[in-house]
T-cell receptor, first 113, second 110 residues
Framework: SQTIHQWPATLVQPVGSPLSLECTVE??????LYWYRQAAGRGLQLLFY??????ISSEVPQNLSASRPQDRQFILSSKKLLLSDSGFYLC????????????FGEGSWLTVV | QKEVEQNSGPLSVPEGAIASLNCTYS??????FFWYRQYSGKSPELIMF????GDKEDGRFTAQLNKASQYVSLLIRDSQPSDSATYLC??????????FGTGTRLTIIP
């Protein structure tokens, strides 16, 4: 069966510091990978998605970036965090192809202070 | 802009009753529809998906889709306190982008 792992689960970072969130998927090959953010009291916002190694599509202009160095690894980064980057970050995966069910990791709570 | 609309609630339902959650979407060409449940502080988990007009049943859950009215709903029969959560409706617009509504908060009253 397929599993998705995301870490760290919780972090508190000062404004201006860097960020790295990591996600790996097991039990499948060539998955579609996603990063979503959920701000307090708001809906899920798609940040990035990837259909293959090195292929990243950005949905929202911002100071975040994503990379996919390996088939089942997806990384969300920032060089300098803003207060507005606080939120619940969710990595997700789906089978390759279109309109397949998306499954979420456990999520990472980020508080920028 | 393609949107998914849900009533934010809270929706309060007595234990044992039927909870009805509704969702509308803006793109008539959408083909795939999903319901997720999200407990407070946790990540969303898939409840069910529906692709065709009509009803789809899975245990106590029934999804209903009406593409002509651009409307999808989720019915929860015999509601339990453990069903208290936020329910997210999601729709595929285009090929790879799943768009979520803001969710309906459901509370089951014992």
């Amino acid at each position: 069966s397929q599993t998705i792992h995301q870490w760290p689960a919780t972090l508190v970072q000062p404004v201006g510091s860097p960020l790295s969130l990591e996600c790996t998927v097991e039990g499948t090959s060539n998955p579609n990978l996603y990063w979503y953010r959920q701000a307090a009291g708001r809906g899920l916002q798609l940040l990035f998605y990837s259909v293959g190694i090195g292929q990243i599509s950005s949905e929202v202009p911002q100071n975040l970036s994503a990379s996919r160095p390996q088939d089942r690894q997806f990384i969300l980064s920032s060089k300098k965090l803003l207060l507005s980057d606080s939120g619940f970050y969710l990595c997700a995966w789906s089978r390759a192809g279109s309109r397949n069910t998306i499954y979420f990791g456990e999520g990472s709570w980020l508080t920028v202070v | 802009q393609k949107e998914v609309e849900q009533n934010s609630g809270p929706l309060s339902v007595p234990e044992g009753a039927i909870a009805s959650l509704n969702c509308t979407y803006s793109d008539r060409g959408s083909q795939s529809f999903f319901w997720y449940r999200q407990y407070s502080g946790k990540s969303p988990e898939l409840i069910m998906f529906i692709y065709s007009n009509g009803d789809k049943e899975d245990g106590r859950f029934t999804a209903q889709l009406n593409k002509a009215s651009q409307y999808v709903s989720l019915l929860i029969r015999d509601s339990q306190p453990s069903d208290s959560a936020t329910y997210l409706c999601a729709v595929f617009f285009g090929n790879e982008k799943l768009t979520f509504g803001t969710g309906t908060r459901l509370t089951i009253i014992p």
